[in-house]
């Protein structure tokens, strides 16, 4: 292999290559319009201009660039004959992986503020919650992530490769055994990033939604269930996403050589349940998501009838 390029084998046959494209490919138009129309209902509907669906329309829009960076790619090599990636493009695919993973755990945490602040302190809300606050949230939500991996790519180096040949499908932890020597510097500045960016966000929002069950238990059955209505999703996408970041950080410290199609089909859980997992739930648990998206179908459905009725 060239200098700059790494390289990794998927299959044993064609035939093996075309259906795991087929299903990848299905799997991503999925991915993409269901994002996609999280965003759209709640870009053009006035009464989803709050907070909690700004932050809902940024975890999907995370999913679209997340599934933009990785699946073209993957779709691209399912079809190959060599699974070659240069060596730029690998590191960047790593920076988008763990910064965007970063950036859901604190949109996540943003919107468990958002419903404390919500449903334990109504009066003061639209001051605490103003449009600067949150642009202020949404910037801080992108921006601190993507340095901190930025640093830890810096510190990775990837100067001086022992190695070309990817034990994944993609490029997350595993374009790290490329180098030579692991760098301790990296390992810890790693555990710092991760604390920064899962532990403590994850804490967060376990703490915020306790207090707002504590708060709300002492209230009456509306606020009950208002609370359980707008904060179960949120923790169930919390719960999804907390164990596939642990899945994959197992995955980084096991050394077991497992055979290709395991490691293909372990591999590919980290890329396919939580962008098509977050707008499933959002679209079926949120009332006025799910008031809009059944609007919308039925109006799809109704002009297509008339087209059809039209024709005949």
Same mark, same amino acid.
């Given at each position: ?12 046959? &064609?035939?093996?290559?075309? #259906? *795991? ?17 999280? #965003? ?168 915020? *939604? ?52 395991? &490691? ?8 396919? *349940? ?28 109704? &002009? ?6 039209? &024709?005949?």
């Amino acid at each position: 292999l060239a200098m700059g390029q790494t390289s990794f084998h998927l299959f044993q046959t &064609r035939g093996q290559a075309y #259906v *795991y494209f087929f299903i990848l490919f299905m799997v991503y138009v999925l991915i993409m319009c269901c994002n996609s129309i999280i #965003v759209y209902l709640i870009l053009i509907h006035k009464n989803l201009h709050e907070p909690m669906y700004v932050f809902i329309a940024a975890l999907s829009f995370n999913s679209v660039l997340f599934s933009t960076v990785i699946y073209p790619k993957l779709l691209t090599d399912f079809l190959s004959e060599k699974q070659i990636i240069s060596l730029p493009a690998c590191i960047f695919q790593h920076f988008i992986y763990y910064s965007l993973a970063a950036s859901d755990f604190l949109l996540l945490a943003a919107m468990a503020f958002d419903r404390y602040v919500s449903i334990c302190k109504p009066l003061q809300y639209p001051t605490i919650m103003r449009k600067s606050t949150v642009t202020i949230l949404l910037l801080l939500c992108w921006l601190f992530p993507a340095a901190q991996v930025a640093g830890a790519v810096v510190l990775g180096g990837f100067k001086k490769l022992c190695t070309f040949v990817l034990t994944g499908i993609f490029c997350n932890h595993a374009v790290l055994k490329l180098n030579c020597v692991p760098s301790a510097e990296r390992a810890i500045y790693g555990v710092f990033v991760s604390i920064n960016s899962t532990v403590i966000p994850v804490l967060f929002v376990l703490f915020t *939604y306790a207090k707002i069950f504590m708060i709300t238990s002492k209230r009456g059955r509306e606020v009950r269930k208002k609370a359980a209505e707008t904060c179960l999703p949120h923790l169930m996408v919390l719960f999804s996403f907390s164990c596939l970041v642990t899945y994959d950080v197992v995955m980084a410290r096991l050394e077991t050589n497992f055979s290709k199609t395991v &490691r293909l089909v372990m591999s590919l859980q980290m890329v396919l *349940y939580n962008p098509l997992f977050n707008p499933i739930i959002y679209g079926l648990k949120m009332k006025e998501i799910s008031k809009h998206l059944k609007n919308l179908f039925c109006h799809i459905t109704l &002009r297509g009838n008339i087209h059809i009725y039209i &024709r005949q």
